[in-house]
């Protein structure tokens, strides 16, 4: 079992930057993918970032060269490092941990991110 705790949202104007981190306890941080999804409000929660066990990283195209996804295995933390936000960055952001061998998959509780025009 894990447990994942997101925390570093807020209000920030537009252009400006957050750095939201997910902490995991329970398990194996080092043997899980990990990732970062938002959902809007009104839409369907979307993938944003992932970060594998190697730290091969890959970023949705609507935040590519803006949002930077890092882990500290041993701090057993993941971040996302989100530069000249934008209001349709708005949404609640959920940290996701995948251990892909065993199948295992665990959300956070989710953080809120609101850009203000």
């Known amino acids: 079992q894990v447990q994942l705790v997101e925390s570093g949202g807020g209000l920030v104007q537009a252009g400006g930057s957050l750095r939201l981190s997910c902490v995991a306890s329970?398990?194996?941080?080092?043997?899980?993918?990990m990732s970062w999804y938002r959902q809007p409000p009104g839409k369907q929660r979307e993938w944003v970032a992932r970060?594998?066990?190697?730290?091969?990283?890959n970023v949705a195209d609507s935040v590519k060269g803006r949002f930077t996804i890092s882990r500290d295995n041993a701090k057993n933390t993941m971040y996302l490092q989100m530069n000249s936000l934008k209001p349709e960055d708005t949404a609640v952001y959920y940290c996701?941990?995948?251990?892909?061998?065993?199948?295992?998959?665990?959300w956070g509780q989710g953080t809120q991110v609101t850009v203000s025009s």
């Open positions: 970060i594998t066990t190697g730290s091969i990283t």
């Open positions: 996701n941990a995948l251990w892909v061998a065993k199948g295992e998959e665990y």
């Open positions: 329970g398990s194996i941080f080092s043997n899980y993918f």
